[in-house]
């Protein structure tokens, strides 16, 4: 367990926030992983959720304010986020490749379900007409138009998981590495 301090939290929300911000492939940024991460190493469960999603509110209002100018923040993908942190709460112990990689698809598939279901059932959040008919069918089609948006969000959360577990394991293991040294020059 990690007792994160402000320094690590201010850096984990600024990543996060950061990789909605700068250029990317639509989805593909790092608050899905972030979310995993929290939910693994984070003693203070709370935090797993408060980092992600403050990230979230940060971006939304520099984007909202700079970029999409006139469009409201959708709430919904707050809750979807919110949501994939219990997955990472999953990797307590387990966090080698696969354990990693699977928490990974599955917060991306989870988000997909959820937030796509969202967009058909009550619409995109402009305040425009529905986009899809509210029928099988029409769920059907949202759900194979947000297709490449999801595969970029895998991309992210399979990415930025593997950088944090990845440098978190590695910080461990030279750690221990340097305790090993010490206990055996003394």
């Known amino acids: 367990m990690l007792k994160p301090n402000l320094w690590t939290i201010a850096a984990l929300i600024c990543l996060a926030a950061l990789s909605r911000i700068a250029p990317h492939w639509w989805n593909l940024t790092a608050v899905g992983a972030v979310c995993l991460f929290g939910g693994a190493y984070f003693e203070r469960k709370w935090l797993a959720f408060l980092v992600p999603l403050a990230a979230l509110a940060i971006s939304d209002v520099f984007l909202q304010t700079f970029v ?108 221990a590495h340097r305790n090993r040294k010490a206990v055996i020059a003394t």
Request: aromatic share 18%; proline share 6%.
């Open 68 to 175: 999409y100018r006139g469009m409201g923040p959708n709430y919904f993908k707050y809750v979807c986020f919110a949501v994939t942190v219990p997955l990472g709460m999953l990797l307590q112990g387990r966090t080698r490749l696969v354990p990693v990689a699977s928490a990974a698809v599955g917060a991306a598939a989870l988000f997909f379900l959820l937030s796509n279901f969202a967009v058909w059932y009550a619409g995109d959040g402009t305040g425009q007409e529905r986009m899809y008919p509210f029928t099988p069918a029409g769920l059907l089609a949202c759900y194979i138009a947000a297709i490449p948006f999801s595969l970029n969000a895998l991309y992210g959360n399979l990415v930025f998981s593997g950088l944090l577990f990845g440098g978190m394991e590695f910080y461990r293991s030279a750690l």
